[in-house]
């Protein structure tokens, strides 16, 4: 190379595949990651609802024994 000539950088056809082979198994990566990730929000949704629920059950048994237990009291 002269020093009157610009550098220049070839990349081969060979180089471009094994970028492209690389950056597809990183795709596929990612594409299981989503997938899991997916997976634990279900089953957190899943823990939450039930979480919800059985706090508005135990309020709601709280609040018929208390009626239950008042309107026995009252009849006494």
Do not use: C
């Not at 002269?2 to 198994?25: C, M, Q, S, T, W």
């Not at 634990?40 to 059950?57: C, D, F, S």
């Not at 709601?60 to 208390?66: D, E, H, Y």
């Amino acid at each position: 190379m002269n020093e009157d000539e610009p550098p220049f950088v070839r990349i081969g056809a060979r180089e471009i595949y094994d970028k492209l082979e690389a950056v597809h198994a990183d795709v596929q990566e990612l594409k299981r990651t989503a997938a899991d990730i997916e997976k634990h929000e279900a089953r957190l949704n899943a823990l939450e609802r039930w979480r919800y629920g059985v706090g508005a059950a135990l309020v709601t048994a709280i609040t018929s024994a208390a009626i239950t237990a008042a309107r026995s009291i009252g009849q006494a």
